[in-house]
């Protein structure tokens, strides 16, 4: 009798901050694979406005709200932080497939020559892509932390804990 084996799926991002496009990725996400691994990146390229434990917390949050709600389909959720290459940091989890969010055209291009480069260094990891929903197409965090910033109303973007955490650095 053979076991059957767990597939393991990394969803890897800066999430500075969380937003609902990205729990769409992560919910739809379990019907693929059995387990996920949220990889919150150190990404200090891009500059982010919250620190790696703030967002791993502010993403253990989230998927919190997920798994109570029952919206994952079974598969276990973890969160964890990295600072390696992606396709080390997924080697290192057995992972399966690395799962990347489309919005638009525009993201097509960079997300494609990712998945490329991930294949050469590590042709075991497969890259799976989910169109963002229709009514998360033009969120990101970039958007989400400008018009935040400018006194806008982000509430419909992210959860009631983001929306704290914004005001938290605001008030800074």
């Known amino acids: 009798m053979s076991m059957q084996r767990i597939r393991t799926g990394i969803y890897p991002g800066t999430f ?11 919910r739809r996400a379990t019907v693929l694979v059995d387990r ?25 949050a989230d998927i919190d709200g997920l798994m ?13 932080p990295f600072e390696n290459l992606l396709v080390q940091f997924a080697a290192d989890n057995q992972a399966d497939v ?10 097509f291009e960079y997300e494609f020559q990712m998945a ?18 229709e009514t998360n197409q033009f969120i990101s965090s970039r958007f989400v932390k400008e018009i935040d910033k400018l006194g806008g109303n982000v509430s ?17």
């Open 116 to 133: 490329a480069n991930n294949k050469r260094l590590n042709p075991k990891v497969e890259t799976c892509f989910l169109m963002a929903s």
């Open 36 to 60: 996920l691994i949220v990889g919150v990146a150190i990404n200090a390229g891009k500059d982010p406005l919250f620190t790696l434990p703030e967002r791993t917390a502010m993403v253990e």
């Open 156 to 172: 419909s973007f992210v959860s009631p804990r983001v929306l704290r955490e914004l005001a938290r650095i605001r008030a800074k």
């Open 16 to 26: 500075d901050p969380i937003h609902n496009g990205h729990l769409d990725v992560i």
């Open 98 to 107: 690395i799962v990347r969010g489309l919005r638009a055209v525009s993201d």
């Open 68 to 80: 109570a709600a029952n919206a994952t389909n079974g598969t276990r959720i973890e969160v964890k």
